[in-house]
């Protein structure tokens, strides 16, 4: 993203942004990292599906790859999910 560097301690609390379906999708810091072992870069945001009241769904998560995250704001991260996935 750029070659700035941000610690997760930033990244928690902002809000996740779908960028074409104007919808909120949780907050980093519910959300799990899915990260490379190998070369240890996160791989995909894992974010829990809401229903009703915050009630969680059983077993039931978005994955949100790292190349589809297009901009890191202040209080968002704006994600561009392409419409064939």
Do not use: C, Y
């Amino acid at each position: 993203m750029g070659g700035a560097a941000l610690r997760l301690s930033e990244l928690s609390g902002k809000e996740i942004v779908d960028v074409k379906k104007a919808e909120r999708l949780g907050v980093l810091g519910q959300t799990d990292l899915e990260i490379d072992v190998n070369t240890g870069q996160i791989k995909a945001l894992l974010i829990p599906s809401l229903k009703w009241f915050g009630l969680k769904r059983q077993g039931e998560e978005v994955k949100v790859p790292w190349t589809h995250i297009k901009k890191i704001g202040q209080d968002m991260i704006i994600i561009d999910i392409p419409d064939d996935e």
